[in-house]
């Protein structure tokens, strides 16, 4: 399995790109702003076919582009907390960048903590990680040591817990129970900035000890 990443628009969103070239399939998860341009590109390199699009949670900076994958007909994935935010993304104007078109979408299949999703050939664990949002999963890709997981954690910080649905308790609590307790040699893909490890966090994050 191939990972690709792209920090996107407009506040440096990650969108993550999971490639089977053996399959010829390939997974997006979350869609910033161009998400859909970049993913299609990104595809089409690796002669995949895009079969799903899995979003991390609903807040804005991570959906802007679902509505393109939704219309081009690929099958979208959230958990159902946050079914809100993609019904109807114009609630969180207050706190996204203003002017901005926020176009709602559809979901074709609503996750939970403990599905085993059959993608690309292997087994992808979907974790349920609220306190950032209450819909916030992490998929967890066993075979390449690999976690997606949204705005729950980054390396060395964590995600907000001030905007609405956000509990700092709660946060902590998914990041113990749900992160800390992958294998110490994860790789953590965040939402925002550089990858890390559960290892590396377990040991130097200033918010939650390991
Ligand atoms: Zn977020």
Same mark, same amino acid.
């Given at each position: 399995?191939?990972?690709? $990443?792209? &920090? ?25 702003? &161009? ?11 690796? $002669? ?8 991390? *949670? ?8 679902? *509505? ?10 959230? *958990? ?28 074709? *299949? ?53 905007? /609405? ?6 946060? &902590?609590? $998914? ?9 110490? &040699?994860?790789?953590?893909? /965040? ?20």
């Amino acid at each position: 399995m191939i990972i690709e $990443s792209q &920090e996107l628009p407009p506040i440096g969103t990650n969108a993550y790109a999971l490639l089977e070239p053996r399959l010829k399939q390939c997974v997006i998860i979350d869609a910033p702003a &161009e998400a859909y341009e970049w993913a299609v590109q990104v595809a089409e390199k690796h $002669s995949c076919e895009i079969v799903a699009l899995i979003l991390t *949670h609903g807040h804005w900076d991570h959906i802007l582009d679902g *509505h393109k994958f939704a219309k081009a007909g690929i099958p979208t994935y959230g *958990h159902a907390d946050d079914t809100e935010m993609f019904a109807s993304p114009s609630k969180m104007a207050s706190y996204a960048i203003p002017g901005l078109e926020l176009k709602k979408l559809p979901i074709n *299949h609503w996750v939970k903590g403990g599905d085993q999703l059959e993608l690309l050939g292997t087994k992808m664990e979907i974790r349920h990680v609220p306190g950032h949002c209450p819909g916030n999963v992490l998929v967890y890709v066993a075979c390449e040591k690999a976690a997606i997981v949204g705005d729950v954690i980054f390396a060395g910080s964590v995600g907000r817990y001030d905007l /609405p649905g956000g509990d700092f308790s709660v946060l &902590e609590k $998914s990041i113990k129970t749900q992160v800390y307790s992958l294998p110490d &040699e994860t790789t953590i893909y /965040p939402g925002h900035g550089p990858t890390t490890s559960v290892r590396q966090e377990k040991a130097g994050n200033p918010y939650v000890k390991g």
